[in-house]
């Protein structure tokens, strides 16, 4: 009841009295005379229309532009607007209805003067639209953040041991692999803020503003400069701009709001603008994106590998052989894989061992087509070393029913009693002939189990993955590898063997 009787007394006050002729929207006062908007506080700006015939009105400052439907009789009217209207005054005989909008509003239908004497509404006289001009604030919104790369190397082989024999070279084939993982920090947003004051030219319509501020939700306020002092006067028409910054502990999007404050002398209102702060489009300041990789035993490997690359591996071989020819005994080789992170140097290393056995003891290796071309005694190039066997190429082979030649000249077909056999009687008849054998002495004790174990037709029946098959092939593949002069004593050059 209080509020409604100050609310009375104002309107009183200012000559305003309830009016009776609503809008679709607000519900009028009258006033009498012809107060301007200013006079009656609503709005320090004012388009006046008069006389009202229907049309498109507007100020000369180009702020406010109004479209007015006046009806047949010349009493009533609808209107929009393109900024909001804080009241309309709609002026008739010696009153007028004033239409006051909060918020304020851009449009409204079946406005009216107030009744004349005879209790019908007036004709229109004129009609004015109160407005205020608030200061126009814009802004841009640059984020930016700093993304930093941690780097892995991952250095492997599958050899891990070597048996050698001296002076033979073996290249040990690398992988180096690289991954890294970035971590983003330092975020935070920069940009400009644009003030324009947008009230037409004429005294008093400077725009005294007393602060610039800048704040990013929920609430962090940031660092704004402008090129001026305040309070500042920015004149009609005129812009100021400043710029801001503002760290943020994250990547979430947020809302950026710049607010112009104006003295309450001023006419022309403050205003605010705002921007989505998002880190999708970010600038990056990228730090160890990429690194140099290099190894400490093969110069050849210097590779700069960047993020973009991944995933990454280098493939390279070190005849390891080499390094340690000439000494005898067994010998721990470590070399390094090594990855400098290119703006904190940070070395990332990972090392690798191989376990080498060189084998200086006398004779040398031959392979199972060796054995087979010299097997025979009536020519000149049979090797002797068959006869250090019982019978010699006529010694039974175990359980198979065959020769040793026999079986050495006995295609496997897949069979895999028949691919250890082979690589069996060579390896043995290299032994007999010198070689050292000490690489293979349980190789071969295992393969002797499994030979007189089973026979060639039960082993036969052994299909795939069977356990029994894969140990047969195992045992041949050492074997083969001895043969061949991969391990033990290294091969002979059988083009100087026995003739």
Not at 182 to 187: A, G
Not at 251 to 274: F, I, L, Q
Not at 411 to 427: E, F, K, T, V
């Amino acid at each position: 009841m209080l509020l409604l009787l100050g609310v009375l007394g104002a309107l009183a006050f200012l000559g305003l009295q309830p009016g009776g002729a609503g809008a679709t929207h607000v519900t009028p006062t009258v006033v009498a005379g012809n107060p301007t908007c200013s006079q009656l506080g609503y709005g320090t700006f004012e388009l006046k229309v008069d006389p009202v015939p229907s049309g498109t009105y507007a100020r000369s400052d180009g702020v406010l532009t109004v479209n007015l439907v006046v009806n047949a009789a010349g009493d009533s009217f609808d209107w929009t607007s393109n900024i909001p209207v804080l009241a309309v005054v709609a002026k008739g005989g010696d009153k007028g209805n004033v239409y006051v909008y909060n918020p304020a509003a851009k449009g409204d239908t079946g406005l009216q003067a107030p009744d004349n004497s005879s209790g019908s509404a007036a004709g229109l006289s004129h009609i004015s639209f109160c407005y205020d001009i608030a200061l126009e604030v814009t802004k841009t919104a640059q984020t930016s953040l700093t993304r930093t790369w941690d780097w892995t190397v991952d250095k492997s082989s599958e050899t891990t041991s070597l048996n050698l024999s001296k002076d033979q070279s073996y290249e040990v084939s690398y992988d180096v692999e690289l991954g890294a993982t970035s971590q983003d920090s330092n975020h935070a947003v920069a940009g400009t803020i644009t003030i324009k004051n947008p009230a037409p030219a004429g005294a008093g319509n400077g725009a005294i503003i007393t602060s610039v501020t800048d704040t990013v939700s929920p609430a962090i306020a940031a660092t704004v400069q402008c090129p001026v002092t305040f309070p500042h006067t920015l004149a009609p028409g005129a812009t100021l701009t400043c710029t801001y910054s503002a760290a943020l502990p994250d990547a979430a999007t947020r809302t950026n709001t710049a607010t112009a404050t104006v003295d309450p002398a001023s006419k022309v209102k403050g205003g605010s603008g705002t921007a989505a702060v998002s880190f999708a489009n970010a600038t990056a300041t990228k730090v160890d994106e990429c690194v140099k990789v290099t190894d400490d035993k093969n110069p050849a490997v210097n590779e700069t590998v960047c993020a973009n690359d991944l995933p990454e591996t280098i493939t390279y071989k070190i005849d390891v052989g080499k390094a340690v020819s000439g000494t005898c005994g067994e010998h721990t080789y470590v070399n390094t894989a090594k990855a400098v992170e290119q703006d904190t140097k940070q070395e990332r290393t990972d090392p690798h061992t191989v376990v080498v056995t060189v084998n200086c003891a006398e004779g040398c290796s031959l392979t199972p087509g060796y054995w087979k071309n010299h097997a025979d005694p009536t020519r000149k190039q049979f090797d002797d070393t068959w006869l250090e066997l019982p019978a010699g190429p006529n010694t039974p082979f175990f359980n198979s029913g065959k020769t040793y030649l026999q079986a050495l000249n006995t295609s496997p077909g897949g069979n895999a009693y028949w691919i250890l056999a082979h690589a069996y009687i060579a390896a043995e008849l290299n032994g007999l002939n010198g070689a050292d054998t000490s690489a293979i002495t349980q190789t071969m004790a295992d393969a002797k189990a499994l030979l007189q174990k089973y026979t060639p037709t039960e082993v036969a029946t052994f299909k795939g993955n069977n356990a029994e098959r894969k140990k047969f092939i195992d045992l041949a593949l050492t074997l083969d590898k001895y043969n061949n002069g991969l391990i033990g004593p290294g091969h002979c050059d059988e083009d100087t063997s026995k003739t």
